[in-house]
């Protein structure tokens, strides 16, 4: 089985910073990886997938790229709606798997 | 793409429990489905996925054997057959729509069910 593991799990930032968050597979996904951005007591929402694309109606501020086992994900000017945890996903063998999550808090 | 998700419910260790996921705005028969879960405070943890035509279905190894996943494509739904229940099952439970019907990563995702497994 794959393994998925983030970091950091906790970033402290403000709004205006550039932030990045990595995700680093156990073995090779290609590029068979998705983002996710959920917020307390909501469902998670796809931001991007095959590491790259952009999912329709997310903002160009965020970023992703990656390949093999290295990804991130890169917010390019944080907003305030970007408080929230992010979870990578890999979605090339079964059983797909999450990492376990980067949560952004303001400083 | 509406998906509702329900039969969540306060069970004892070993017990069973069915959910369902009442899908609306999209041709469900067009998709694979998962189920997602995630336990109180914690992260999400990926559970089931079944392919558009219900043929092949997909587990974690930690609830492989226990749970069955199973689709009614003339109903809408998604069902997730839940035995031999236990306390690490604890959590909310989505329902998820795939982008294709195969499988691949969850575009649209329910609010999802709360199971608690507990004496």
């Known amino acids: 089985d794959i393994q998925m593991t983030q970091s950091p799990s906790t970033l402290s930032t403000s709004v205006g910073d550039r932030v990045t968050i990595t995700c680093r597979a156990s073995?090779?996904?290609?590029?068979?990886l998705a983002w996710y951005q959920q917020k307390p007591g909501k469902a998670p929402k796809l931001l991007i997938y095959e590491a790259s694309t952009l999912h329709s109606g997310v903002p160009s501020r965020f970023s992703g790229s990656g390949s093999g086992t290295q990804f991130t994900l890169t917010i390019s000017s944080l907003q305030p709606d970007d408080f929230a945890t992010y979870y990578c996903q890999q979605y090339n063998s079964f059983p797909y798997s999450f990492g376990q999550g980067t949560k952004l808090e303001i400083k | 793409v509406q998906l509702v998700e329900s039969g969540g419910l306060v069970v004892p260790p070993g017990g069973s429990l069915r959910l369902s996921c009442a899908a609306s705005?999209?041709?469900?028969?067009?998709?694979?489905m998962h189920w997602v879960r995630q336990p109180p405070g914690k992260g999400l943890e990926w559970v089931s996925l079944?392919?558009?035509?219900?043929?092949?279905?997909y587990y974690a190894d930690s609830v492989k054997g226990r749970f069955t996943i199973s689709r009614d494509n003339n109903k809408h739904s998604l069902f997730l057959q839940m035995n031999s229940l236990r306390s690490e099952d604890t959590a909310l439970y989505y329902c998820?729509?795939?982008?294709?019907?195969?499988?691949?990563?969850?575009?649209?995702w329910g609010q999802g069910t709360l199971v608690t497994v507990s004496s």
């Open positions: 998820a729509k795939d982008v294709s019907g195969s499988g691949g990563m969850a575009d649209y």
């Open positions: 073995q090779s996904i290609s590029t068979w």
């Open positions: 705005g999209f041709k469900i028969d067009d998709y694979a």
């Open positions: 079944i392919t558009w035509d219900g043929v092949s279905t």
